[in-house]
């Protein structure tokens, strides 16, 4: 063996996270690049939006914009408008932006396998420098990264489909590593960011209410930050329209302009942005097997019950949760990590499962959740296999690719099982039977 | 009894095994060669009549290999790998039926891995130069060497470039023979006849090939570099056994996660298989599910029959199953076992 080869050696060696970490990053960047020129109907959706954000101006003209896409949040419209301002083509550009969540994401997912492997270690490079890391506990926290930057649902959701579910999904993980340090404030702050980036937050907040009542260390309060954080993210739009001198000359005095803002895509406006997401659909699933593919599908057009089942499917779903946080409450076993991320898996799952008009992606979160238990039980690797094999199958067919040729019904009875699971890991066994993790 | 009855007994009694695997042979032969006229639309070039004493090499390879891993253990187990190669009906199909040189090449990884083990560098990366000169599909055990590499450092990665070379100098002298390269990267398929991960999705169209490339390339080399930081952990004292384990895995992984796998890329994974259930009755049943799996895809291609149409993401399930089981059970049953340092 050469001299530099053993220096080589060695230092790959005592750093095989680092590099691991460092390859999968490269290595995963350049599989996405390959992939950023796959164009969906929804990618066509985002870039009819960013055509809209150019003839408005870009971020100058971004009250403008709010008012001519009514369907989308203003975080999202912000995010657009600013995209417009650089000189990339703005498909490659989504899916950059969509690309550096998915690092978000992975980072978040590898901080909180280590602080759960570890009781609390914090990961970060300021503590790297202070004092050792739990190596075991690092190599679980790089593998954690890499399981989730490389996922194939992860890939596929953002730099195939050129959906932006993991931009709400990262600020989740990062919140849940904040709330499990005790830093409730940092913690719902993300929480409202995410909320206010995508409706399909709340999928978690079970979880954070389940959290609520059982850690009994935060207040209630740090719940309004969901909505704060929604109506912060629209200040920018507000600000900029109250600045407009065509709103000033076309209102004439001050407080014509205010009322002008505080109408259409003003303050109500920005609810019902997200009203209107929760009445579209017309059906009682769409694309996700869930509970309610195992009943017919009824025509829109001739169903015209569908809201009455709608509605009493939510507060079937609330009900269903709500019996869940009892009998978690309810358990005399104090909760450990891995208890703590079964009840976050099973109770966004429950959410999603049980929810109408659910698409596929929905089930983004608890998919990230179900990596995470890995490495805290073994025993969830089959699970979380089947899970991920059998949503990827959903979402390959999104981009064109030939898929699994099973029903909705049938897929809907796989993730049943798959379900009961994790209903099973949850409460059917106690901390001593559980195994460790990879 | 007479002097010489008495020690031709004792020498019969002390050789029984090699014994054994000369009549094996003999009955191997005379089994394998009508079968060599069955196909000759398939085999045409004759090969196949040459190949039948590959599957010979490659039985004297597993006898050694196991002979060594095991130790003095048992010669038992090293003269049923012998027939189990022998009489292998994947082995039988891809040599005598097929015309194929997997056995050849196999072979020579096989004692490729023998020189591994013994710690001969020199000669193990010839002989696997020489494998990966006739098969591109013996580069699937450079992840293996790799390792090797990284645990021992008792050789120069420039030495893994060896193989590299051998199989890209093929690559430019444009000899053709069945099965020297895989098929789905001729034909630009993301998979081909091989129940892959890619199987999953079955994206078939060429001009769609070339994109998912890099991502099935970086996916396989994450998969190696998760099982890796998994189960070969530095304070592990690395056993001889304990290779074949690590050299199964590395290469049923990397088969299963590399775009374009023909047939060829089960050859070597499914005869580690074999000779980890010489010493492990276990591990019976999922070999033999490997072999069927090896061969299913074309034997359904070749005898048509409305039984053998069989999904392709059935065989993928089934084989990521196989996988699944063998991972758990090495982790389970071996890594405990194993000396920590």
Sequence with gaps: MLPFEEKFRNYLKKNAETVFMLLVTLGGVAGRFFLWDIYTGDMGAYLKWYNRAKECGGLPGIYELGQRIKGYNALFQLLTAALTHLPVDPQYMFKIVWTVFDLLLAAGVGVLVYHLCTDGGKLSFRT????PLDKPAL???AIAYALSFMSMNVIFNSAAWGQSDAVYVSLIIWSLVWILRDKPLRSFILLGLAFAFKLQTVFILPFFVF???????????????????????ALPRQIVGLLSPMNVQAAGTAAGVAAKTTTAQGLPGIINVYIGQIASGGRMYLEYPSFWAFFPNEDPDVFTDFYKFRNAAIVLTLMILAALVYMLLKEERKFDNCRLMYAAMVLSFTTVYFLPTMIDRYGYIYEILAIVLIFLDKRSIIPAALLHLVMFYQIAGRVGMETLPVSMQQLSFILLIIYGMYLYLLFGSGKEESNAGV | MPAFEKKLLIWLQKHMDILLMIVLTALALLLRYPLCSLHADISGNGLNKLMIFADILLAVS???????????????????????MLFSVGNLFASAVYGRMDALWTALCILALVFIIKERFLWAFVLLSAACFISAYALLILPFVFFIYMHDGKFSIFCIAAPAAAAFIRCLSGIDTAGWFPEGFIRGQLYAAYPSFWGFIREDSATEFGRYLPLAFVMTLVALMIFFMVFCRKKYVFEKDKALWIAFLASFITAMFMPGMGMGAAAVYTVLAWLLAVSDPVLVIPALILEVLRIWPQAAEI?????????????CWIQAGVLFFYIMHFYKKVLDSRTQV
């Design chain 1, 128 to 131: 790297a420098k202070n004092k």
């Design chain 1, 139 to 141: 190599r679980k926290a």
């Design chain 1, 211 to 233: 959290l609520y009542v059982y850690k009994k260390s935060f207040s209630c309060l740090y719940f309004l930050c969901l909505p704060a954080m929604l109506f912060m993210s």
């Design chain 2, 62 to 84: 597993a006898y050694i290999l196991v002979k060594i891993c095991a130790g003095d253990k048992t010669k038992r187990g090293a003269a049923i790998a012998f027939s189990v």
């Design chain 2, 303 to 315: 005898y048509g029959r409305e039984w053998m149409a069989f999904p392709i993401q059935g065989l």
